[in-house]
């Protein structure tokens, strides 16, 4: 038999403590959920804003205010302290990579426009505001963390890449949302 809960977390509002650098946030995970022990995580669906922009009288991309990471980096990783069972090499047993944000790059010149049936889009020039985690696949716990932590992360551009947080624009909070579908597992 298993207990399904689905966990939202978004970096804004009362509930969560966003570090000084806007690259992380922790939520207090409530002791009813913590107490249901071992679980299958997957991430259900999520979105991190990469950059603020501002837009001129036609509509069209007219400056990026700031990107929280470098403009020549096309990918995050949102990682967690959400401890798996087994081994990763690519966190190399470190905290679970929990997805990654394909991002377009902000160096590409020319926006062109799409027009979509929800509104009109500018791809190219300032690459999206908005991107949506991939997910990473489903894992197994014992037992979740009473303080979830969250990072938003990325690989500098280097011989030897390192991973660091996202803390290229810290004027205000950019918005993120994850949704991780915990499955908890009985045991008896």
Do not use: W
Request: proline share 4%; charged share 15%.
């Amino acid at each position: 038999m298993s207990n399904l809960r689905i966990l939202s977390i978004e970096n804004i509002g009362n509930l969560v403590d966003e570090s000084t650098d806007r690259s992380s946030f922790t939520f207090n995970i409530p002791e009813d959920m913590i107490n249901l022990g071992r679980c299958l995580v997957e991430v259900q669906s999520g979105f991190v804003q990469v950059q603020r922009t501002t837009i001129d009288a036609s509509g069209n991309v007219d400056a990026i205010i700031g990107r929280i990471v470098p403009s020549n980096v096309n990918a995050l990783l949102i990682r967690s302290n959400i401890e798996q069972v087994g081994h990763s090499s690519f966190t190399g047993g470190n905290n679970n990579i929990l997805g990654t944000c394909l991002l377009e790059s902000a160096l590409t010149a020319g926006a062109s426009q799409l027009n979509s049936g929800s509104g009109t889009d500018y791809i190219g020039r300032a690459g999206n505001d908005i991107s949506p985690v991939q997910k990473q696949g489903v894992f197994l716990c014992e037992r979740l963390p009473s303080q979830l932590k969250i990072e938003k992360m990325y690989y500098t551009d280097a011989a030897s890449p390192e991973l660091v947080p996202a803390a290229s624009y810290t004027a205000q909070t950019l918005p993120m949302q994850l949704v991780l579908k915990l499955t908890f597992l009985d045991l008896d």
